[in-house]
């Protein structure tokens, strides 16, 4: 029997009530960064002309604290690129919440890890997006997957909870079980899995993104890697895939990857952009959603307007709390799970047709169509204007069912050659 798993403190609970409260925080501490990656949806590199001082950061984490805040999750660019990162964390978990630490992992070294561990760190999540040759060729340099392995085992060592996110394209959708089991080896223990979101350069690369069809191997992979570890369970803790909020939606495994192992069954139940989580960038701009484009859900700027005022006021926030359907559009719009749905991740919709309400990316959805012998393919039609945060746009056409795919994996390598090297802190 799996030992009953604890929700994490970003849960919404029954005690919470049903006004919206920020209870998960993903803050961009810089956009600096110290690796080129192909896919960075923040197009980070250098650091903003102005990032928020530490007692702005301190400041802004008691005013979300005070608004109901239980976690923070610290992002970048490379937050460790910061040298008051310690403080920070030593500031917020003062607090008494949570601190965690989203990294690429290219120089998060011992001596950083155990800093972080001592000011109060939670957990770490590294990225890692498949084996090493994919992974390097994401990442834009040599030995990036060296450097991440390098990250678990450090952040292993010093004690911190250590995770992995993955981005899922065409290039790596053939390694994910060969990369679940090296996690797994690892100690690693959560895996978040998403989709590679056409935003950054990623939306420079749309030969490199899964076709919606796909969404049913991804789904049905995880599913069998999740049920295989919880079958293996030997004592300790399972390993949890944990799938990202583009990986849906109401197929046969929606409670097997929605549900941690030994926790509280449940499901997609809509997007919560501004409802149970608010995003802010390095220079204080706020959004409902740290990934969403910037130029359409900025809701203000905490150096501008208070952050309770932002949170409370500002409509840019606000669209999830709705829930109507009135929004939805295409074959979301007539959907069975419609209302509970809301087509699923607004980050996945909005970057590839520059509005809500209309997901192909859609286990069900694709079934559905599959009876009538169609799929969908995306089709590009708009280059995004190449600023952090930014979306191209695509439209989607319906082809038959037995179509064959374009490009392989292989293909798609040979189509990009890896740079040699790597860039130095801070260069793009």
């Known amino acids: 029997m799996l030992p009953k798993t604890e929700d994490p403190p970003r849960a919404h609970r029954a005690a919470d009530g049903p006004e919206p409260a920020p209870l998960l925080t993903v803050w961009e501490l810089t956009l600096q960064c110290d690796q080129p990656c192909n896919h960075c949806g923040s197009r980070a590199g250098k650091p903003r002309g102005r990032e928020l001082t530490t007692n702005e950061v301190l400041d802004t984490a008691k005013r979300l604290v005070a608004l109901g805040c239980r976690e923070f999750v610290f992002i970048g660019g ?14 917020t978990t003062a607090l008494g919440v949570r601190a965690q630490l989203q990294t690429g992992g290219r120089a998060f070294h011992e001596g950083r890890a155990k800093a972080l561990a001592d000011a109060g760190l939670f957990a770490v999540g590294v990225s890692v997006d498949g084996m090493e040759a994919t992974h390097d060729l994401q990442r834009g340099n040599r030995g990036s997957h060296a450097a991440a392995i390098r990250a678990l085992e450090v952040s292993v060592a010093a004690g911190l ?19 679940a089991q090296d996690l797994r080896r690892r100690g690693v223990v959560a895996w978040q899995p998403g989709l590679t979101v056409p935003m950054g350069r990623a939306a420079d690369r749309p030969e490199w993104l899964l076709e919606p069809w796909q969404i049913v191997e991804v789904i049905d992979v995880l599913a069998e890697i999740q049920l295989e570890a919880v079958k293996s369970f030997a004592g300790g803790r399972p390993f949890d895939v944990v799938t990202g909020n583009t ?5 046969p495994h929606e409670h097997v ?25 390095s220079d204080g701009t706020v959004k409902g959603c740290p990934s969403l484009a910037t130029e359409a859900y900025a809701g203000g700027n905490l150096l501008e307007t208070p952050i309770e005022r932002l949170w409370h006021e500002r409509g840019q926030l606000h669209f999830a709390r709705e829930r109507t359907t009135d929004e939805l559009w295409g074959h979301c719009k007539d959907c069975y799970y419609a209302a509970a749905c809301g087509a699923g991740c607004s980050w996945m919709t909005d970057a590839l047709f520059g509005r809500r309400g209309n997901n192909p990316f859609c286990y069900h959805r694709v079934k559905q169509l599959e009876k009538r012998g169609i799929r969908e393919r995306l089709v590009p039609i708009e280059r995004a204007p190449q600023r952090p945060y930014d979306r191209g746009r695509f439209a989607l056409e319906e082809i038959a069912a037995d179509a064959p795919s374009e490009g392989s994996a292989e293909s798609l390598r040979r189509r990009l050659p890896l740079m040699k090297g790597a860039p130095g802190a801070g260069q793009s």
Do not use: K, M
């Not at 490379?78 to 500031?91: H, M, N, P, T, W």
């Not at 909870?161 to 990369?179: C, H, I, K, M, S």
């Not at 990986?247 to 197929?251: E, M, P």
């Open 78 to 91: 490379e937050a460790y690129l910061r040298d008051d990162l310690a403080e920070i964390v030593a500031g």
């Open 257 to 281: 990857l929605r549900s941690h192992p030994g926790g509280t069954e449940t499901h997609w139940s809509g997007c919560g952009a501004g409802e149970f989580v608010i995003g802010i960038e």
């Open 247 to 251: 990986i849906g939606y109401y197929g």
């Open 161 to 179: 909870l250590t995770t992995v996110n993955t981005q899922v394209n065409r290039l790596n959708l053939g390694e994910l079980r060969a990369l």
